[in-house]
């Protein structure tokens, strides 16, 4: 091969040096044009060939996989892996809108999917059709599964377990036969203490003899002067053997205790006490709580959350008396200035003292309110959370914006509560409740009690009363260990096998599991 160059520098003649007439002469302006139009195009190829690269990196590892990816971009064709998803995106949007046949037989598993399709031969259609049909089955049966689940555990939350039910009857066949467990709570020469201001009263109303244990126990055992303390704890009548029982067998000196029966107080009579007669004469509310809890329900319109919560309003205790007489107090308890309310569900972590201290500004309750505060779950219930504001008569009197407030840890000022009209307001809205057949609201007691205590609540620093312990299990474990009192309420109680494990320790922590009937009757064993 030899390149000669002419002397005028017009032309190139590359020849074979056999072979003379094979010489072929190419111009310098020729050249340089293909010269030039070389570089202004391999730019533009260099930077489509770094492009193909980057898009297919994993999976193009060859000059031979890259040329078939740039070869048609560069030919102007489309890629075969870009029509193939085009055509399947086509598909998916057809099937999505297209009706699932009647009586269509579907896979129970993609494993059994992929034979039937290579068996059956299946277009890509129908391929996606089966799919599609399969996952909302699965969807549906997911969904059916989370509400029979929240149906279980309703129940279980509204059962009482063998262990408690066990320890009620043992006490209750005690106080029949052991004298001491009848003897007189508290003693007589204790007696003036049940009215007397200089002590700290406490009033607890419950038929769980386990759970109101916890509640004095912990009070007790929290207070640095527990010869201050007079616990009056208020039963039902089935309950009432058993209760006395237990606190005249466990004594909690220098503490006080009184035991007494709902039917051991003079003042609670229907005339005095209409939400009785109401909810006994009331066929609907007996069926709203105690009927079946799906029947008539739509659950292809709802949420677990809100199925959850309707359910929850649906607990028989919320047609109990023990569960409406907090609103008693002032009657039921004459001689007193200024009490503690506390639920069942709570226990107390830190001397309660210093609340008799709180000044309420002339206010009747001191309560924690629930709008505002880290755990956005619990702290966040304003009125639209308990009121159905479709009402008109609810959308013209409250406010669906106003903060709401919390039950179960409250300072009660008695003289200040005397001077109201809160039992005649309460028991007003509860019957315009049920006249509406329970349309303003369906959650329990505190509904009422937030419009009858309108205008007269003190809010407390929320550090003395931490909720939520029943249905959040995500709760702080260092911010219960600051509360004063921590309240379980939800429903998973630490004392149901549905509570939540972790939790559960701040409880069992005052359960005398050395006690003879708590050891015979295996509480949460």
């Given at each position: 091969?030899?390149?000669?160059?002419?002397?005028?520098?017009?032309?190139?003649?590359?020849?074979?040096?056999?072979?003379?007439?094979?010489?072929?002469?190419?111009?310098?302006?020729?050249?340089?044009?293909?010269?030039?139009?070389?570089?202004?195009?391999?730019?533009?190829?260099?930077?489509?060939?770094?492009?193909?690269?980057?898009?297919?990196?994993?999976?193009?590892?060859?000059?031979?996989?890259?040329?078939?990816?740039?070869?048609?971009?560069?030919?102007?064709?489309v890629d075969d892996s870009e029509r193939l998803a085009r055509d399947f995106y086509k598909i998916l949007n057809e099937v999505s809108t297209q009706d699932i046949p009647d009586g269509l037989k579907l896979p129970d598993s993609f494993h059994h999917l992929v034979s039937d399709t290579k068996n059956n031969?299946?277009?890509?259609?129908?391929?996606?059709?089966?799919?599609?049909?399969?996952?909302?089955?699965?969807?549906?049966?997911?969904?059916?599964?989370?509400?029979?689940?929240?149906?279980?555990?309703?129940?279980?939350?509204?059962?009482?377990?063998?262990?408690?039910?066990?320890?009620?009857?043992?006490?209750?066949?005690?106080?029949?036969?052991?004298?001491?467990?009848?003897?007189?709570?508290?003693?007589?020469?204790?007696?003036?203490?049940?009215?007397?201001?200089?002590?700290?009263?406490?009033?607890?109303s419950t038929d769980n003899i386990l759970a109101a244990s916890v509640v004095v126990s912990s009070a007790v055992q929290s207070s640095s002067k527990p010869e201050k303390i007079v616990f009056h704890v208020i039963t039902d009548k089935k309950t009432y053997a058993g209760m006395h029982s237990w606190f005249?067998?466990?004594?909690?000196?220098?503490?006080?205790?009184?035991?007494?029966?709902?039917?051991?107080?003079?003042?609670?009579?229907?005339?005095?006490?209409?939400?009785?007669?109401?909810?006994?004469?009331?066929?609907?509310?007996?069926?709203?709580?105690?009927?079946?809890?799906?029947?008539?329900?739509?659950?292809?319109?709802?949420?677990?959350?809100?199925?959850?919560?309707?359910?929850?309003?649906?607990?028989?205790?919320?047609?109990?008396?023990?569960?409406?007489?907090?609103?008693?107090?002032?009657?039921?308890?004459?001689?007193?200035?200024?009490?503690?309310?506390?639920?069942?569900?709570?226990?107390?972590?830190?001397?309660?003292?210093?609340?008799?201290?709180?000044?309420?500004?002339?206010?009747?309750?001191?309560?924690?309110?629930?709008?505002?505060?880290?755990?956005?779950?619990?702290?966040?219930?304003?009125?639209?959370?308990?009121?159905?504001?479709?009402?008109?008569?609810?959308?013209?009197?409250?406010?669906?914006?106003?903060?709401?407030?919390?039950?179960?840890?409250?300072?009660?000022?008695?003289?200040?509560?005397?001077?109201?009209?809160?039992?005649?307001?309460y028991h007003f809205w509860l019957k315009e409740n049920l006249k509406s057949n329970l349309t303003m609201w369906k959650l329990g007691t505190l509904p009422p009690a937030l419009i009858a205590f309108k205008g007269h609540v003190h809010i407390i620093d929320s550090s003395w009363h931490m909720l939520g312990?029943?249905?959040?299990?995500?709760?702080?474990?260092?911010?219960?260990?600051?509360?004063?009192?921590?309240?379980?309420?939800?429903?998973?109680?630490?004392?149901?096998?549905?509570?939540?494990?972790?939790?559960?320790?701040?409880?069992?922590?005052?359960?005398?599991?050395?006690?003879?009937?708590?050891?015979?009757?295996?509480?949460?064993?």
């Open positions: 091969m030899q390149l000669h160059i002419s002397p005028s520098m017009r032309s190139i003649t590359i020849s074979s040096s056999s072979k003379v007439a094979s010489a072929r002469h190419i111009s310098y302006r020729t050249l340089f044009h293909t010269i030039l139009i070389l570089a202004f195009l391999l730019p533009f190829v260099f930077i489509l060939t770094a492009l193909v690269t980057l898009e297919g990196a994993n999976k193009c590892s060859s000059i031979d996989c890259l040329g078939r990816r740039l070869g048609p971009r560069l030919l102007g064709r031969r299946y277009d890509p259609k129908t391929f996606a059709l089966v799919l599609r049909a399969m996952m909302e089955k699965f969807e549906r049966d997911i969904r059916e599964t989370k509400f029979a689940e929240l149906t279980n555990k309703h129940f279980a939350a509204s059962s009482i377990p063998k262990g408690i039910h066990c320890l009620s009857l043992r006490l209750t066949d005690e106080y029949s036969s052991n004298a001491h467990a009848r003897r007189q709570l508290p003693s007589p020469e204790r007696l003036p203490r049940l009215s007397d201001n200089a002590h700290h009263h406490f009033i607890l005249a067998l466990n004594s909690l000196e220098p503490a006080i205790v009184e035991v007494k029966g709902v039917h051991q107080f003079d003042w609670l009579t229907r005339e005095n006490v209409p939400v009785l007669e109401a909810v006994e004469s009331h066929n609907g509310l007996m069926n709203y709580y105690h009927g079946s809890h799906v029947a008539g329900a739509n659950l292809s319109e709802t949420t677990p959350r809100r199925f959850a919560s309707k359910l929850q309003s649906r607990s028989p205790k919320y047609i109990s008396l023990l569960n409406h007489l907090r609103i008693y107090i002032p009657e039921l308890f004459p001689n007193l200035d200024k009490v503690v309310f506390l639920d069942d569900d709570v226990v107390v972590q830190r001397d309660l003292a210093p609340l008799w201290d709180v000044d309420l500004g002339g206010k009747v309750n001191g309560a924690v309110e629930t709008c505002r505060g880290e755990d956005e779950r619990v702290m966040s219930k304003r009125l639209r959370n308990y009121f159905n504001f479709s009402h008109p008569y609810i959308a013209k009197h409250l406010n669906p914006e106003e903060c709401a407030w919390a039950y179960g840890m409250n300072v009660f000022d008695l003289k200040a509560w005397r001077k109201t009209n809160i039992r005649e307001t312990l029943g249905y959040q299990n995500q709760t702080n474990i260092e911010s219960i260990r600051k509360a004063a009192v921590v309240h379980y309420n939800g429903q998973s109680k630490p004392w149901l096998e549905i509570g939540f494990e972790h939790l559960r320790p701040f409880w069992t922590k005052y359960v005398n599991y050395s006690n003879d009937f708590i050891k015979n009757c295996h509480i949460l064993e």
